[in-house]
């Protein structure tokens, strides 16, 4: 059996023994909606929950925040139908400004930002790239209920117990909005609605703070309403004022399905079983041998994305069963955080306990969430990535996908099935009980 998995731009092939029991773990194909620029402004003529546009008829100003290159947002048929209702709102192109909601990624220099923007946005409007480390730019707002500080660029932290948040220029905007997708997130439960503003243009402590509520039991895949991350994620979002989000579902094709425009929270609400439809599938039993790609571009841009691949594969791995993840990685790990609190570090039993007896640190996070991962299975990974760092990190490189599921085949059981995971970032799998 020849099987394809998405890796970077284009594919990886390999063959498996015709008498094994493969599954595709896929979501049934959805159809791309036949006028996606139709469907998004259906969306922002109907906006959901009490917003309305003639509640901002006096803005002055509009910032808008983004999502970086590891996200497949489709900004080329989200934005020209917002800029136009902007426009009919009588904001001026010089007082409308983009931000782009790094969080802590590296933040995007101006020449990268045509991989994400259309020509004409650039050309038309200001455009920022957030920086959560540069404390300059943050403004106290506080705590959340679970003691999470919050900042939005406008001055300094004054103590460790300070949230920080955003952009100084992001809260001076009349109107706030966010655009992004609405798709699984391991442990927020979902992305979208305030989480691009949220946690993109955080600083770094509110960012930290927020994902160290990751280790709670209730912050899972697919869960919103009691995962107390993505409700840490929602408070914050009341503390910056995101007035409106514009969030697109997409199909495994990275394509416009479902749009939906309106208040951040009953964006979310609305879109959490749309995305379940698109993403969520189920499986009988758990398999000995998981063969998982983060989707391809820009999904496996770095280990620091390609992470949730090995997340999503090990929900149906049984222990002591192996994971393949194949992504391509071109910009390595994506964290020198990561790299550097990895160096020296020996066993995935050492990781957990360095992890847990420092206490949780972003960068560092990524270390633990794939120790979690790998202390209680076979981690097998194909890249582009230098071997001597994949090693460093402890990631377990191999040659190429051929030679990984050779070696991962000799440690089948008899009668396991193998499941393979084309787009494991966007697939919520899981065993049916």
């Not at 949220?198 to 009691?226: V, W």
């Not at 425009?261 to 698109?278: F, I, K, N």
Request: aromatic share 6%; glycine share 8%; proline share 7%.
């Amino acid at each position: 059996m020849e099987i394809h998995v998405p890796y970077g731009r284009s594919f990886l092939t390999a063959r498996l023994p015709g008498h094994l029991d493969v599954d595709i773990i896929e979501a049934p194909a959805t159809r791309p909606a036949d006028d996606p620029l139709g469907v998004v402004h259906a969306a922002l003529d109907h906006l959901l929950g009490e917003v309305r546009w003639a509640d901002f008829a006096g803005a002055r100003s509009a910032a808008i925040a983004i999502n970086d290159k590891t996200r497949p947002v489709p900004h080329h048929q989200l934005l020209p139908p917002l800029m136009e209702h902007l426009s009919a709102l009588g904001i001026p192109d010089s007082a409308i400004t983009f931000y782009i909601a790094a969080g802590t990624h590296p933040p995007m220099a101006p020449g990268e930002f045509p991989s994400i923007l259309p020509a004409d946005i650039l050309a038309r409007y200001t455009v920022i790239s957030h920086d959560a480390e540069n404390t300059n730019l943050l403004l106290d707002l506080g705590a959340t209920s679970r003691g999470t500080p919050v900042c939005s660029n406008r001055g300094y932290i004054q103590s460790d117990f300070k949230i920080v948040i955003g952009n100084r220029t992001w809260m001076d905007a009349d109107l706030r909005i966010v655009i992004g997708n609405i798709e699984p997130h391991q442990f927020a439960g979902f992305s979208g609605g305030v989480k691009t503003a949220a946690i993109g243009l955080s600083g770094l402590r509110t960012i930290n703070h927020n994902h160290a509520l990751m280790t709670h039991p209730d912050s899972q895949l697919g869960e919103y309403e009691n995962n107390p991350a993505r409700q840490d994620i929602e408070e914050i979002g009341q503390k910056i004022g995101v007035h409106l989000a514009l969030n697109a579902i997409l199909n495994q094709d990275k394509q416009i399905v479902h749009a939906l425009a309106g208040d951040p929270r009953q964006v979310v609400r609305a879109g959490l079983e749309l995305s379940r439809q698109a993403c969520q599938v189920a499986v009988r039993q758990p398999y000995g041998l998981t063969i998982s790609s983060p989707g391809g571009h820009p999904k496996d841009i770095n280990v620091y994305q390609a992470q949730k691949g090995l997340a999503h594969a090990a929900r149906v791995t049984r222990p002591g069963g192996t994971v393949i993840l194949a992504a391509a990685c071109p910009e390595g790990s994506g964290s020198s955080h990561y790299e550097e609190w990895m160096s020296g570090k020996l066993s995935y039993a050492e990781i957990l306990e360095c992890f847990n007896a420092e206490g949780f640190r972003i960068g560092p996070h990524k270390a633990y969430q794939i120790a979690r991962d790998a202390s209680r299975l076979r981690l097998l990974f194909c890249s582009e990535m230098e071997a001597a760092l994949a090693s460093a990190l402890l990631l377990n490189p191999v040659r190429d996908l051929q030679t990984a599921i050779d070696l991962a085949l000799a440690d089948l059981q008899p009668g396991e099935r193998v499941g393979i995971l084309p787009h494991a970032s966007s697939t919520i799998p899981y065993i049916l009980k």
